[in-house]
């Protein structure tokens, strides 16, 4: 199947600091990617979509000058935390819809803890 | 908007016995996706089973199955022979279908204990 990697897997990092992590598509393309947040025992809270070429589309509440999102190319998006703080320590999750099928398919996750 | 609920937090099955999560959600829409994905300890989402709303033959996969009551607003999911490998977090999801590449919306999940 359709595979999705994201890097890093586990970053701690200082508070103040900036961090990048990226979701491509291995093996497809992908116009659009999602990118979600997940909390310890609590469910996938999207925060915003990516679109290749264009600006992203962040969900209410998500600030967009914190978590700025960059769709490069047809394979890769960037999601960059910036001035972390100890509250964006979370899981991060991208997610791709191949160009025709209808299926998402989901990186592995990003572990950040900012210290 | 679209809401997905599931009302258990916690499940337990006996391993082999069968184990029903639920799931109901609200829209407005005709045409969606309804999807089960499962999320175990190395947090990898994996889609378990999927739905479309315009089929009214419910999906199985293998010793996974869903009743999926439309009117209702309604998607169960029924795990049969209970295995431990099935101990993990599973989340009801909704996608539209009627644009190519919309979001998924998660449910708030469900964590299933299975007792050997």
């Known amino acids: 199947g359709a595979v999705v990697s994201q890097h890093p897997s586990w970053v701690i990092c200082k508070s103040g600091t900036s961090v990048k992590i990226e979701c491509r598509s291995l093996?497809?393309?992908?116009?659009?990617m999602f990118w979600y947040r997940q909390f310890p025992k609590q469910s996938l809270m999207l925060m915003a979509t990516s679109n290749e070429g264009s600006k992203a589309t962040y969900e209410q509440g998500v600030e967009k000058d914190k978590f700025l999102i960059n769709h490069a190319s047809l394979t890769l998006s960037t999601l960059t935390v910036t001035s972390a703080h100890p509250e964006d320590s979370s899981f991060y999750i991208c997610?791709?819809?191949?160009?025709?099928?209808?299926?998402?398919?989901f990186g592995p996750g990003t572990r950040l803890l900012v210290l | 908007a679209q809401t997905v609920t599931q009302s258990q937090p916690e499940m337990s099955v006996q391993e082999a016995e069968t184990v029903t999560l639920s799931c109901t959600y609200d829209?407005?829409?005709?045409?969606?996706?309804l999807f089960w994905y499962k999320q175990p300890p190395s947090r990898q989402m994996i889609l378990v089973i999927r739905q479309e709303a315009y089929k009214q033959q419910n999906a199985t996969e293998n010793r996974f199955s869903v009743n999926f009551q439309k009117a209702a607003k309604s998607f169960s999911l029924k795990i049969s022979d209970s295995q431990l490998g099935d101990a993990a977090m599973y989340f009801c999801?909704?996608?539209?279908?009627?644009?190519?590449?919309?979001?998924?919306?998660f449910g708030p999940g469900t964590s299933l204990s299975v007792i050997p």
């Open positions: 997610s791709a819809p191949p160009i025709g099928p209808r299926t998402q398919y």
């Open positions: 093996d497809f393309q992908a116009t659009t």
């Open positions: 829209t407005s829409e005709s045409d969606y996706y």
């Open positions: 999801a909704y996608r539209s279908a009627e644009t190519s590449y919309d979001k998924v919306i």
